[in-house]
């Protein structure tokens, strides 16, 4: 790590030295040039807006302005350097899956404008969405089922779509964006069109349409990663304002992918299917907001989520022969009403208190050839509950110049699983307590206690079929579990940030925040498979299984930190994570585990053309921590470079942007962990924006 920390200070180093430079040149006494910084807010982490450092935890956000100069086209690419997250499945879209804190699957909530994203599968990915649509994407790190419910352990990543505010100027009734990219890490074209319409004063629409295509992957070893994408996305959403406090909303949001790739698109495989990934979001949302009304400040969400993966074989290369056509669906519908309401104690003492209920089940089915599928169940789950969370702020302790805020919490769940192979019923109580306090101005100290919950999902209840065979050898087969226990953890996290403003410059801040964590959990979901070898057997006979299995205690820990600082002409950020997981009773590793990682980004901005120059860097020490050989990591570097140049508004080109960018510079062979595939080599990128508001 030394290396690491010598390139860290050397960069806040030469931060320092432009930023005084900035003060004398860019921003001279009395000037009123550039913007006063305004603190990212989250409305994931209590349902109740917060600034993120004002959050008794660790959260962070990532708004458009971000999305847009990653070049994102996916939520990989958005989230990648979030201390604490991290994706793992290899570059193919289609398997890319997120964890944080060393959880994922169901262990991580997923959402999509409030609409639960419950797909899961053993090698596909998880998030299906485009980048060009977002306007904003929140993680909540940690416990998070006193809220939120199920699935609750490792923490809570929420996508936004966008509003016509993001694309319509003040006075304006038409707007929009046109976009077109590419990359040549897989000869990758993306087009799309966003756009906002306010035809009256009552109502506003926003649609979108975006299509991508791609192919094999080059590899920093200069091998290619077999993969063919050809992507159409469509985003369509109306909301209506019904008095002047209350709208309704609708939407539908369809991805549709037609890959070719193998399988197991977590893996560099032989056996070629064509994939087609599916997945329609109908959501139907009100609100009822009148800041006069202390009593009432309402959210009610209604939505159905249709999730479809089929796969065609196009070889005898896999389990199945060519033309064998297996489907995988699942169906979520669901329902949330939460309302806020607020007491003023005294002029510096507030209390907000979030409540509501929650509903929502799954329908999973699976077939091959039109039979029942190995491995996917015709099952449903249901579940049910009932949350109250308060948020009380205290301005001022007592006259000591000392604030706090105490927000306890507590969600009631139940629920009921229905498979071939029985029932189960079981129900949860989860309840939190976080305490912050700001001793003085610039410092805020935090510490939190939470249980959370995920309950055994359909895959891991009802299993039956065939998982693989090995030719020659034997079959290695599912088998369903109904004894499985809901997975159970207390967290206890402790944290500390700092922030200051006109620290160097005239309308710059610095942000520093960090938190430890430890986790004791109770029966952890694993996955154990059985696979004998001679002498215990005889080929072919040498047949095994695979079997969802409760880990009776596990303990996972590990910290982060978060630092950035931005003036005028830059921007400096900065982050730091390390985790661990055991198995106290073997002793194993658990979770999905990553490496420690260093991440670094720089910008120079000059506001005056309406350019911004980026360098980020990440660094990844070694990772043995497993008992498997095949998941051993060497440690890598990255290097990114962009640089973006938007046209200024009142110009001739008002309304033009151009960004481009190389990732992975110096075409680093590499492999993140829990994935069997390199990650993409260098890769140049090029993106052209025009914006129209009119």
């Known amino acids: 790590m030394i290396p690491v920390i010598r390139v860290a200070v050397s960069a806040m180093i030469m931060t320092a030295a432009a930023g005084l430079a900035s003060a004398q040149d860019a921003a001279p006494s009395g000037s009123d040039k550039g913007l006063r910084y305004v603190p990212p807010v989250s409305v994931t982490a209590t349902k109740n807006p917060i600034e993120t450092f004002e959050y008794p935890g660790m959260v962070t956000v990532r708004d ?61 990915g998880q998030l299906f969405v485009d980048p060009l649509f977002l306007r904003r994407v929140e993680v909540v790190k940690g416990s998070s089922s006193a809220l939120y419910g199920s699935g609750g352990t490792g923490g809570v990543i929420e996508l936004r779509t966008v509003e016509a505010v993001d694309l319509l100027a003040p006075g304006t009734r038409f707007g929009g964006e046109v976009s077109v990219g590419y990359q040549d890490a897989n000869e990758e074209w993306t087009a799309g ?82 994939k087609e990934v599916q997945t329609d979001n109908f959501r139907l949302a009100y609100k009822n907001n009148d800041p006069s009304n202390k009593w009432l400040d309402l959210d009610a969400i209604a939505y159905y989520v249709d999730s479809n993966v089929q796969e065609t074989r196009l070889d005898s290369l896999g389990v199945g022969p060519a033309g064998q056509v297996e489907d995988r669906i699942l169906n979520t ?35 091959t050839d039109g039979a029942a599928r190995g491995g996917v169940p015709n099952a449903k789950s249901t579940f049910a509950g009932v949350f109250m969370q308060g948020q009380i702020d205290f301005e001022e302790i007592l006259g000591t ?17 229905d498979g071939d192979s029985g029932e189960i019923t079981s129900d949860e109580v989860s309840p939190k307590l976080a305490l912050q306090l700001r001793p003085v101005e610039p410092l805020s100290l935090f510490a939190s206690y939470a249980n959370a919950f995920r309950a055994p999902n359909l895959n891991e209840l009802f ?67 059985v696979q004998p070898a001679p002498p215990a057997c005889f080929p072919p006979n040498c047949n095994g299984t695979t079997q969802s299995v409760n880990v009776a205690k596990a303990q996972l820990d590990g910290f982060e930190i978060e630092a950035s600082y931005e003036n005028d002409a830059l921007l400096f950020e900065t982050g730091f994570a390390r985790m661990d997981g055991d198995n106290e009773v073997t002793g194993a590793p658990l979770g999905i585990l990553q490496p420690d990682k260093f991440t670094m ?49 009142g110009g001739p080109a008002a309304g033009l942007g151009v960004l481009v960018g190389v990732d992975n510079v110096f075409d680093r062979a590499y492999s993140r962990t829990a994935g069997g595939a390199l990650e993409a080599g260098r890769n140049m990128k090029a993106t052209i924006r025009y914006a129209i508001k009119m």
Do not use: C
């Open 64 to 124: 458009r302005r971000s999305i847009q100069d990653r070049q994102a086209t996916s939520p990989d690419d958005i989230l990648r350097t979030v201390p604490g997250v991290d994706f793992f499945g290899g570059p193919r879209r289609t398997g890319e899956v997120p964890s944080i804190r060393g959880f994922s699957g169901p262990d991580v909530i997923l959402l999509l404008d409030g609409a639960r994203q419950n797909f899961i599968s053993g090698h596909d």
């Open 193 to 274: 069109f966003v756009g906002a319409a306010r035809p009256s004063e009552k109502f506003e629409t926003v649609a979108g349409l975006t299509w991508l295509t791609g192919d094999h992957y080059r590899l920093g070893d200069g091998s290619s990663l077999v993969a063919d994408d050809d992507i159409i996305s469509g985003l369509l959403k109306g909301t209506a304002k019904l008095t002047e406090h209350q709208t309704l909303e609708a939407s539908w949001q369809r991805f549709q992918n037609d890959a070719t790739e193998p399988n197991n698109g977590q893996a560099n495989g032989t056996d070629l299917v064509d």
């Open 401 to 417: 110049g000392m604030g706090a805020s105490i927000t306890p919490g507590i969600r009631y769940d139940y629920y009921t699983s």
């Open 333 to 367: 519908i669901g329902a949330r009403v939460d309302n806020r309401t607020r007491f003023e104690h005294s002029e510096t003492a507030l209390t907000t208190l979030t409540y509501g209920v929650e509903s929502y089940r799954d329908t999973g089915e699976g077939t």
């Open 601 to 649: 980004h720089f910008a120079y901005k000059l506001p005056d053309v309406g350019v911004r120059l980026g360098w980020r860097y990440q660094h990844a020490n070694r990772f043995d921590n497993t008992t498997d050989a095949t998941q051993i990591r060497d440690a890598y570097d990255l290097n990114d470079v962009y640089a973006s140049w938007q046209a200024l508004d």
């Open 463 to 529: 299993p039956s079929g065939t998982h693989f065979v090995i030719p020659g050898f034997g079959v290695n087969s599912f088998i369903p579990n109904t004894g499985l226990q809901p997975q159970s953890t207390k967290t206890f996290e402790a944290g500390a940030g700092l922030r200051f403003d006109d620290v160097i410059t005239r309308r710059d801040h610095f942000q520093l925040k960090g938190a430890h964590y430890w986790i004791d959990g109770e029966n952890f979901i694993d996955t154990e498979v």
